[in-house]
């Protein structure tokens, strides 16, 4: 994904990408259906009501109060009262039951199409190969799956069925007014412009106001959460005075964010509700004059007047499902892009079930680069056999990282294969593969959850019994009980445990999985020496009957090694145990001998 | 209910603006009762309709009706303006009185509460007092002012007929008093179930790697697909109370019509009322469905409200820390003596003692190295000195004076620290270094930056001592982060400087020369070093080490290597470290 997502087409019918999003209503196409059917009914219902008072009034009641004439018309008169009446009823019962059910119906299907779109979208984003990770930042996949997907729901629940339903009722009043009488329906139709011009100059403004109200908000909570988290700091050096008038002057400029709207709504909603009676008022004088020639009756009038009242509410929701066009069909082009993504590791149509695996890796002539820029290995070769224990050590960035992705094949090296007990890994199946692969990181991930889950993560099978025995052989049923026991809760990333805990609890993890071949990426960071040592013994265990490539950031650790890699540059630069890299004489025992200096 | 309306900051803004909001009630009034007018001019001109009246007398009461609207308009358009806006300036002094209150609370109270609560009270809790006492108050007096007007006026026309039509919008009323609270809450609901599913895919991102490590991909898409399921089932949920709160409004609204039609019309036909007034009491239930709608609105206004006050004012009577005490007169240079005897320290909650008959002996001008585990009680023991925990009294004497006695302001004006984990706020360089005192020029702020090993980094930035670091900034690495905060302290020229593990992230070459360049600055001031790393205490004129809360051994660098304990054993791994680091 090069573009940035805030560089869109920007046309906001995009008639390709609205069909691409329809697509996922399809499944779902009689339920649509069946809601905008019921839209039609509801919306002729709701068209009927004026008419039918016009005629009562035109009918029955004006000449009755006009002439005051004699009881015969009475019954009659009062008949086609009931019969009015009757009918409003029974159309005002189905209009409501009606819509009811179509709201309903509405939303259960728009809930589901955004279900699936969601998971879909999900996924797809956590089935793709870590490169899609490297390139897209968390934050923004988050809001793929979030807000993005947000907007689409409104779209599909509020949107489409609805703005059909405005726009017939708009369509229809029109065409009413205009056959019962051309000229009242210029004069009552003459503000909707007015109104129409008002909404927009206002709404626009409000959007841009809101805009700099949540920039505001943003702003004060980003200070708020500063100041709040860096309290021991400012009470430390007595600076609650100079915090506290910054932030004033934050929540100053708030406030007047806030008050520009004000401001805004403030000559809207008068505005709003002056036009109407405008057009009321012109109503009156030109349906007087049209009565008093004869053109007209009262009735025509009031529903003139009526069908006014009844067009304001669509006017406004047409003008609003507008913008949600608009940003559905941005949210859309967001969500497609990531669905279009097909960074993926080529998997093998044939590959081969993994079971129990010896643990032999061998790296043949490996080169690699992320993103065709600078390579990062170089002609990466070496022979590890079963259940021997290799130490890689080498300066910052001189690859010792990408090896342990590559072995893990959370990439495929551009030229060159890597195998395990003699088959390329490509040919494995990638699931089974990483069974047998255990990696712990110096950044160890736990997710929010119990300790259990975090111990088995996903392989249910494992029973208690076992992921307690396999904390105990890497000595983390301290960490475990502190916490609670196997059900003891985790916070989000582990945010209460410390650098070395966490690594301990990486190591029943591990331990717990058994994995034939062990990748180590010792911690040093952050971490105090005391519990270092703690850790050590762990890896002791841990390292017992697999295979072992790990980062070693300790002289001590490396000494017992059956091989160590030395890599500068993205080549391995010297090969051997502790006392062939001494005689080599070369960076190795350089570094050894300053060290026996000491 | 109306608990809100006390708030004290809200009161004491209301006095502030009381003329303002004088005019601002006569607004409310005039937007009240003059929509009234509209309806009763509407059915007079009917009534010129039906009888074929002049034009005169139509022009008339249209003209009427026109200058009416266009007044309720200005009353609206001022209401707004003024009620409004006030909310808005009285929102302003809450928040700044409850987060003057807040950074004046004991650091205690801090270390149990979470920040996101917190900024929620700041937030949410403030704004919904504020709709409380602004709009909520505003539209139910106004909507309840049209309300009686409209009411009344039906009731003097035709009571049968008013009390008829007005039946289902009291019914109306009362169902949005129960329907609203429950869509609020639903709301709620949605918007949790969507921040767990956003936290859960921001977890699954972040942990990618770890997932397709463990193969975990099925097992976490099964687990979203769940969350997407919740959030969708509760998103219906609240559509069918939608759904519900739709139909009622439209239908009994609509049945109050059909009312006026059927019992309207019978009167029309028995002549005892016309086509006017039939036509205005329309026009009056339409301006009726709105505050039926609103006023249920304002009652869960109030509801809420009234929770986010309770939540507000258990936060204005936490004490705030005690800061009075005296300032007894120190020495003007060469550091402070410290002496710390038998202190024994417990967290609360914590069942563990953090330190334990601890003493020792700090002269003026020395330096004290501490060294041990994580969790041994250094930072703790620091924490006491600030008194952001506060110590027994008699257990820490600063020049022979025990600082429990002592002013705050006094104690912390004595001393600087460097905390562990250094703290940048999202500001320019020369703000962050001159944070801890109220003025400095600009010399000052560059030679603190020098003597904290920052000049070469303040090359590279793109506006040096101005450039902004943080979230809306570059991002300063975990070193040059320390080094911000160690100028920061060293520009205060206090006579106590506490480093807690200040130097970690700084590589060795680089703590090697700030320490140099501090000889000099050191010996003007009493220090305390903790240290995970040797290097930076070999040269302390006295080293502790620390272990569950304990001495256990103490000395200079030569002494405790001869010892051969845990220093020792420490001091050996992180030489091994280095020397493969440097490779």
Not at chain 2, 391 to 405: H, K, L, Q
Request: charge should be neutral; proline fraction near 3%.
């Amino acid at each position: 994904m090069a573009h940035d997502p805030e560089e869109l087409s920007g046309r906001a019918f995009d008639r390709k990408l609205l069909r691409r999003l329809l697509r996922f209503a399809l499944p779902y196409r009689r339920e649509f259906m069946t809601s905008t059917g019921m839209l039609l009914c509801i919306s002729a219902m709701a068209l009927a009501g004026p008419l039918l008072l016009r005629d009562l009034i035109n009918g029955v009641l004006s000449h009755h109060a006009e002439a005051g004439s004699g009881a015969g018309s009475g019954d009659e008169a009062l008949g086609a009262l009931l019969f009015t009446s009757g009918v409003l009823l029974v159309l005002g019962i189905l209009t409501f039951g009606l819509r009811f059910l179509q709201i309903r119906l509405t939303n259960r299907t728009g809930q589901r199409v955004i279900h699936d779109l969601r998971t879909r979208l999900y996924d797809h984003i956590t089935k793709r190969s870590l490169k899609f990770f490297d390139q897209n930042p968390v934050g923004k996949l988050v809001t793929r799956v979030t807000s993005d997907i947000e907007t689409l729901n409104e779209f599909f629940v509020a949107g489409i069925d609805v703005l059909l339903y405005d726009l017939v009722r708009i369509i229809g009043i029109v065409a009413i007014l205009f056959i019962v009488d051309w000229q009242m329906a210029l004069v009552t139709l003459s503000v909707v412009p007015l109104i129409l011009a008002w909404s927009f100059v206002f709404q626009r403004r409000a959007r841009r106001l809101f805009r700099v109200v949540r920039g505001e908000v943003g702003k004060l909570n980003a200070s708020l959460n500063e100041y709040l988290s860096g309290v021991r700091l400012i009470q430390s050096l007595r600076r609650e005075k100079a915090v506290l008038a910054k932030f004033s002057a934050d929540n100053r400029s708030l406030k007047n964010a806030h008050v520009a709207t004000v401001w805004n709504f403030a000559w809207f909603f008068p505005g709003l509700e002056l036009l109407p009676a405008l057009g009321t008022a012109m109503l009156l004088v030109v349906g007087h004059s049209r009565v008093r020639e004869g053109d007209l009756q009262v009735g025509d009038v009031i529903m003139f007047w009526t069908y006014l009242g009844h067009f304001l509410e669509p006017l406004r929701q047409v003008a609003d499902k507008y913008n949600v066009l608009q940003g559905a069909v941005a949210a859309g082009e967001r969500v497609f892009r990531v669905l279009d993504d097909e960074t993926a590791l080529p998997l093998a149509p044939d590959a081969s079930p993994v079971a129990r695996v010896r643990g032999a890796v061998s790296f043949r002539d490996v080169h690699f680069a992320y993103d065709d820029r600078k390579p990062v290995l170089k002609g990466i070769s070496f022979d590890m056999s079963a259940g021997a224990k290799f130490a890689l050590v080498g300066p910052t960035g001189s690859g010792k990282s990408t090896i342990i992705s590559l072995l893990s094949r959370f990439y495929d090296p551009t030229q060159g294969v890597i195998t395990l007990d003699g088959q390329d890994l490509r040919t494995y199946e990638l699931a089974g593969l990483r069974r047998q692969i255990g990696v712990v990181l110096q950044d160890v991930f736990l997710f929010e959850g119990t300790v259990r889950e975090n111990l088995h993560l996903g392989r249910t099978e494992l029973t208690d019994e076992a992921l307690l025995a396999a904390a105990s052989a890497v000595q983390a049923l301290p960490v475990i009980e502190r916490l609670g026991g196997l059900s003891g809760h985790i916070q989000e990333r582990g945010s209460t445990l410390s650098v070395g805990e966490k690594q301990l609890l990486a190591f029943a993890r591990t331990m717990a999985h058994d994995p034939a071949v062990l990748v180590l990426d010792e911690a040093t960071a952050h971490i105090d020496t005391a519990t270092e040592l703690l850790v050590q013994s762990a890896i002791a265990r841990l390292t017992q009957g697999r295979t072992t490539l790990a980062i070693a950031h300790r002289l001590s650790t490396i000494q017992s090694s059956d091989c160590i890699l030395v890599l500068h540059h993205g080549e391995l630069r010297e090969r051997g145990t502790h006392e062939q890299l001494l005689r080599e004489n070369g960076i190795y025992a350089r570094l050894s001998r300053l060290q026996s200096l000491a | 209910m109306f608990r809100f309306l006390k708030d004290p900051d809200v009161l004491a803004s209301a006095r502030e603006h009381r003329s303002l909001l004088w005019s601002g009630a006569w607004a409310v009034l005039g937007r009240g009762f003059l929509p009234l007018a509209g309806p009763w001019f509407l059915g007079r001109s009917i009534d010129i309709v039906v009888a074929a009246g002049s034009n005169h007398a139509l022009w008339r009461y249209v003209g009427w009706m026109m200058a009416f609207a266009v007044f309720t308009a200005a009353c609206q358009f001022w209401m707004r303006w003024v009620i409004i806006g006030w909310s808005r300036v009285a929102e302003l002094r809450t928040r700044n009185s409850l987060f003057g209150h807040l950074l004046g609370l004991p650091i205690p109270w801090f270390d149990r509460s979470r920040t996101g609560d917190l900024l929620s009270r700041l937030n949410s809790d403030v704004e919904a007092v504020r709709m409380g006492y602004g709009p909520g108050v505003m539209h139910a007096m106004a909507t309840g002012l049209t309300t009686i007007g409209a009411v009344i006026l039906m009731v003097s026309k035709n009571p049968l007929l008013a009390g008829l039509a007005l039946l289902p919008l009291f019914f109306l009323f009362f169902s949005m008093k129960r329907l609203l609270p429950s869509i609020h809450d639903l709301s709620t609901a949605v918007q949790e179930s969507q921040s767990t599913l956003s936290a859960r895919a921001q977890e699954a991102f972040s942990g990618a790697r770890v997932i397709k490590a463990f193969s975990r991909e099925d097992h976490e898409n099964e687990a979203f697909r769940q969350l997407s399921q919740g959030v969708a089932e509760r998103n219906v949920a609240l559509a069918k109370k939608r759904a519900v709160l739709n139909c009622l409004v439209e239908g009994l609204g609509g049945l109050s019509l059909l009312v006026v039609t059927i019992v309207g019309g019978l009167m029309i036909l028995r002549e005892s009322m016309t086509i006017g007034t039939f036509t205005a009491f329309f026009a009056y239930l339409n301006q009726l469905i709105w505050p039926m709608i609103a006023l249920g609105w304002t009652l869960s206004l109030y509801q809420r409200a009234d929770a986010s006050f309770d939540r507000l004012n258990a936060l204005r009577q936490v004490a705030p820390a005690q800061t009075g005490g005296h300032a007894p007169g120190l020495p003007s240079d060469g550091g402070l003596g410290i002496r710390i005897r038998n202190l024994t320290f417990r967290y609360p909650d914590s069942p563990r003692l953090a330190l334990s008959e601890l003493s020792v002996e700090i002269p003026r001008g020395s330096v004290l190295g501490i060294v041990g585990r994580t969790a041994a009680g250094k930072s703790t023991l620091l924490k006491l000195l600030l008194r952001l925990h506060e110590p027994a009294p008699g257990t820490i004497e600063i020049e022979g004076s025990d600082i429990a006695s002592w002013s705050l302001d006094h104690l912390r004006q004595q001393i600087s620290v460097v905390p562990q984990e250094s703290f940048l706020f999202s500001d320019s360089m020369a703000a962050n270094i001159a944070f801890g005192v109220d003025h400095a020029d600009r010399a000052a702020i560059e030679a603190a930056a020098r003597a904290a090993g920052l000049e070469d980094d303040l090359r590279s930035f793109p506006d040096g001592l101005d450039t902004v670091v943080g979230e809306r900034g570059i991002t300063l690495s975990g070193g040059q982060r320390q080094r911000v905060a160690l100028a920061r302290a060293l520009l205060r020229r206090s006579p106590i400087l506490l480093l807690d593990d200040a130097l970690s992230s700084v590589d060795v070459a680089t703590e090697r020369v700030i320490l140099d360049g501090w000889r000099e600055h050191l010996r003007a001031r009493t220090t305390i070093i903790v240290s995970h790393r040797l290097s930076s205490i070999v040269e302390a004129d006295q080293i502790i080490v620390l272990e569950s809360g304990r001495i256990i051994e103490r000395g200079h660098h030569q002494d405790l290597l001869a010892q051969g304990g845990l220093y020792a054993r420490l001091f050996r791994l992180q030489q091994d470290e280095r020397e493969l680091e440097s490779l």
